[in-house]
């Protein structure tokens, strides 16, 4: 019923940025919060960043000063605007949302690969 898809994920060099972007479709009455997980290999799946309805941010000690979630309300849409990549970054990005239909549930896209090397 509904769809997380994210998009934006590469190949950069370390120091380099990209931008992420995960849209919700679907029979979508509500979007709470929408957060970025990542997994590297070998590692377990850890929060990025999340960002509420209202636009208050959370994000991971790592990533701080470096990374900037947002969202479109109206396009059901959370964007991660990476910048000075490293390759510790390097892992699958999923995007995660909890998202009303019917009822409150949490939904996943299928992850996007960011590999920043040189």
């Known amino acids: 019923q509904v769809q997380l898809v994210e998009s934006g994920g590469g190949l950069v060099q370390p120091g380099g940025s990209l931008r992420l972007s995960c849209t919700a479709s679907?029979?979508?009455?509500?979007?709470?919060?929408m957060r970025w997980y990542r997994q590297a290999p070998g590692k377990q799946r850890e929060l990025v960043a999340t960002?509420?309805?209202?636009?208050?941010?959370y994000y991971a000690d790592s990533v701080k000063g470096r990374f900037t979630i947002s969202r479109d309300n109206a396009k059901s849409t959370v964007y991660l605007q990476m910048n000075t990549l490293r390759p510790e970054d390097t892992a699958v990005y999923f995007c995660?949302?909890?998202?009303?239909?019917?009822?409150?549930?949490?939904?996943w896209g299928q992850g996007t690969q960011v590999t920043a090397s040189s």
């Open positions: 995660n949302a909890d998202v009303l239909t019917s009822v409150w549930m949490n939904y």
């Open positions: 679907g029979s979508i009455k509500s979007i709470n919060a």
């Open positions: 960002i509420t309805v209202g636009g208050s941010t």
